[in-house]
């Protein structure tokens, strides 16, 4: 195994150990460090924990199936923890997620999870966002007018996600990968973006979803202290 995947399995392991305990429902996130906290709740079940689990894409489905890790159907119920990765992290804990294209169904899993867990390795972690391309999910049937709205109301450069074919979501959508340069108010820009008609989510996760990071350090997982206010 390389160093890198050591770390996310370190941060993996770590989030379910430290904050799943039987008889929770745990909502599963995608991407390769949510991948480990996967494959530690698979233990945990083999083990004797019954543990259910909520998956935030078809690929995190397919590999709780093999784990033998129960599902239950979602729809927006209250679940106890959900543990993701994320592709940035802010000074304030707000993120940029959706690197793997699950933003909608990661985002509606950290909103009706009680207590959302973001598990990064250290590069993860920003000043502000905006490094990162920010993913917006768009209706195909729109997409070209979204492209053209974010392009002249942000000067932002936009760049369709996939080729020919196009990448599309789990959710049948369109991903529009969006150059801010840097972010100062992500929940205003998330705000003023989904305010575009065809636009369905985007990855930006304002800070107050967030309750807790974890980061694999070389010398082990440090869990951060939150210090801006919610
Ligand atoms: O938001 C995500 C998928 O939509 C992932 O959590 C994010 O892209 C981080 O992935 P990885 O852990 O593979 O770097």
């Known amino acids: 195994m390389s160093a890198a995947d050591d ?11 430290r904050y799943v305990r039987s008889g929770m429902c745990v909502g599963l996130g ?3 460090t949510a991948h480990w906290a996967i494959e530690r709740a698979g233990e945990r079940v083999a083990a004797g924990d019954a543990l259910t689990a909520v998956a935030t894409s078809h690929a995190t489905e397919a590999l709780c199936r093999e784990r033998g890790i129960p599902l239950v159907p ?13 592709d940035e992290v802010a ?16 985002k509606a899993v950290a909103l009706a ?8 390795t250290p590069e ?13 999910e768009v209706v195909p049937f729109a997409v070209e007018y979204v492209e053209r709205a974010i ?10 996600r996939g080729g020919d074919p196009p990448f599309l979501t789990d959710n049948g959508n369109a991903i529009l990968d969006c150059a801010f340069g840097a972010i100062g108010d992500p929940a205003a820009l998330d705000g003023e973006l989904r305010g575009i008609h065809g636009v369905v989510a985007t990855g930006l996760f304002s800070n107050d979803l967030t309750d807790a990071v974890l980061v694999a350090e070389p010398d082990g997982v440090r869990e951060l202290t939150r210090r801006s206010p919610r």
């Open 7 to 17: 770390s996310k399995r370190a941060v993996g392991f770590a989030a379910v150990d």
């Open 30 to 32: 995608t991407g390769t």
């Open 74 to 86: 979602f729809a927006g119920r209250e679940i106890d923890v959900a543990i993701d990765g994320a």
């Open 91 to 106: 000074g304030d804990w707000s993120l940029t997620k959706g690197g793997g294209g699950a933003l909608f169904r990661e």
């Open 113 to 120: 999870a009680r207590t959302f867990v973001v598990i990064v």
């Open 124 to 136: 993860k972690l920003v000043k502000r966002l905006g490094a990162f391309r920010t993913p917006v």
């Open 151 to 160: 392009a002249s109301a942000f000067g932002a450069q936009v760049v369709r």
